[in-house]
């Protein structure tokens, strides 16, 4: 892990986010994204989880700990920029861990070279 942003050899800079759960810094392609979007509430979610988005995120460790350990109303209200409410986290905590299983699925895809 090259926590100085920069990868080895070519001097691209690979940008480094913090984790809401355990407060460590690790390269973005490491960390789940999720914000609030108007897309997304539209559809009746409120949340919306991807790699890129619209808006201001915050990132998770693909792990249940960091992911129980972000869902605090008051962290995530700050993080984000917006109110959030209690019912809204156990819906976004539902969302997480759905990422973690679905990229799971995908790296055992990977590995088997299956498609």
């Known amino acids: ?23 460590e810094r690790s390269p973005q ?3 789940i994204r999720f914000s609030r979007s108007e897309e997304s509430r539209s559809e009746g979610r409120g949340w919306c989880v991807k ?23 008051k962290r ?6 917006v109110s959030v409410h209690e019912g809204e986290v ?10 973690i299983e679905r990229s799971e699925n995908d790296l055992e895809v990977d590995k088997t070279g299956s498609s």
């Open 90 to 99: 156990a819906q976004l905590q539902q969302l997480l861990r759905e990422e």
């Open 51 to 73: 790699q890129r988005g619209v808006g201001r995120g915050a990132y998770v460790h693909r792990n249940v700990r960091c992911i129980f350990q972000a869902m605090v109303v």
């Open 1 to 23: 892990m090259n926590l100085t942003g920069m990868d080895q050899g070519v001097g691209r800079k690979e940008p480094v986010r913090m984790c809401l759960g355990c407060r």
């Open 76 to 81: 995530l209200s700050r993080a984000l920029r």
């Open 29 to 31: 392609h490491e960390l």
